[in-house]
Each structure stands twice: as C-alpha cells, then as structure tokens.
C-alpha cells in the first residue's frame, strides 16, 4: 500500500485516521473518540468482525469490511434492550463501542466464565457504571429468544398515559 486513500473519489492525507474518516468523511457519527490513544474503547469498530480501536488505526490500512453500531443496529437489538433492562449505562457515551465489542463476543459465543468475559471486555472502559450491569446485560443477550425488546428505543414509538 502506498499510504493513499480515497473516499466519494477524494484523496485523504495519509495519517488520516480510521475514526476520523468514520465521522467527518462519511458521517457515521455513532462511533466515539474518547482518549484518541487506543485507550478507552469507546471508538471500537470491527474490521472482518474483528473489534479494532478506530482512534489508532489509519484509514489507509484497512482492508475488509467495516462495522459501526449503526451497521450494527438490527443484530444488536436484544443486547441494547438488556443494556436498557440492566442499567449498563448512565451517560452512554461507551455504550456505542460495549455493543460493537459485546455484538462481536456474541457472535463466537460468550466466554463461560465472568472473569473471562470481564477479560474479554476489557478493552471497554466505563466510568459511570462498574460493569457488573454490563456482564449481565450480555449474558441476557446471550439467552434471548428473539423477542420483541420490552423497552422502548429512539426509531420506536412511545409514549406514557398517566
């Protein structure tokens, strides 16, 4: 590879990085940048269903396909309704880069035991929360019987009667 990457027929400088063309060139805006060191998880994408730190990696050097949340958006139902059910969040914003990393653990199968699945997490870092709603978020996601979510979510209609 000779360091040149085009996007829409645009030559990017060659240092652009993987993150970067994900919000500002293409507007994808679901995967966040919190440390910009490869750090915090929170700009996790997978490349060929691999999860990779999007802050870190240079667009240049991507090859395969690539998966944000919002690609994500339809298999990641049941764990998004068990993060919601868990409390595995409070302000949200790793949350996009725990469903990116989860949705790939759950597509090998989880780890049997929570110190693996702990492991296997890891590479997340939430401030707000701990990770105990996290792992038990995944484990529901893991059992769900594919059925319709109990919470509501933004592209669902909802509304509370008093």
Not at 39 to 44: F, K, N, Q
Not at 103 to 111: K, M
């Amino acid at each position: 590879m000779n360091g040149e990457f085009q996007i829409d027929q645009k030559q990017l400088p060659p240092g652009t990085r993987l993150i970067d063309v994900l919000r500002e060139q293409v507007g994808i805006t679901g995967t966040k940048e919190g440390c910009g060191r490869g750090e915090c998880g929170a700009c996790t994408v997978l490349v060929d269903g691999r999860p990779v730190l999007s802050c870190i990696v240079l667009a240049a050097r991507v090859s395969g396909a690539v998966e944000t949340v919002e690609g994500l958006a339809e298999e990641s139902t049941a764990l998004r309704a068990a993060f919601a059910r868990r409390a595995a969040f409070q302000c949200g914003f790793c949350t996009p880069g725990q469903i990116v990393r989860g949705t790939a653990l759950l597509r090998r199968g989880l780890p049997e035991s929570e110190a693996e699945l702990r492991t296997a997490m890891s590479g997340n870092i939430c401030r707000c929360t701990g990770y105990e709603g996290i792992v038990d978020a995944l484990r529901d996601a893991e059992a769900d019987d594919g059925a319709a979510p109990d919470v509501p979510f933004a592209d669902q209609t909802w509304s509370r009667t008093s």
